[in-house]
């Protein structure tokens, strides 16, 4: 049974930071498309960034405010956030992919591409 749970969320000034991290704990798919999706109340579950074996892919919105990293050791990825916009507020969510190549196809910014997914952690931003 594959398990993945988030931590590092809270609340921040515009122009502040948050790391998050996401613990996957029975998932064995090393390399596979692992990252992050935020949803905004009222709106749609969106992609943040995603990382598998070869490369990182971001959002045109977080790009260069935005990092993402695995330790395929752990079975953990992160996601260390730099400039906050109030914007950015969301709830944040974790997801790993059990089919490999997501990252680099058509579907990496498709929710039902993945098939875990955490409970997510609570990113507020105020201006």
């Known amino acids: 049974q594959v398990e993945l749970v988030e931590s590092g969320g809270g609340s921040v000034q515009a122009g502040g930071s948050l790391r998050l991290s996401c613990e996957a704990s029975?998932?064995?798919?090393?390399?596979?498309?692992m990252g992050w999706f935020r949803q905004a109340p009222g709106k749609e579950r969106e992609t943040v960034a995603t990382i598998d074996e070869a490369a990182t892919y971001y959002a045109d919105s977080v790009k260069g405010r935005f990092t993402i990293s695995r330790d395929n050791t752990k079975y953990t990825v992160s996601l260390q956030m730099n400039s906050l916009k109030p914007e950015d507020t969301a709830m944040y969510y974790c997801?790993?992919?059990?089919?490999?190549?997501?990252?680099?196809?058509?579907?990496?910014?498709?929710?039902?591409?993945?098939?875990?997914w955490g409970q997510g952690t609570q990113v507020t931003v105020s201006s």
């Open positions: 029975g998932y064995t798919y090393r390399g596979n498309c």
């Open positions: 997801a790993a992919a059990a089919t490999r190549g997501i990252c680099r196809g058509d579907f990496w910014t498709r929710t039902f591409a993945y098939q875990y």
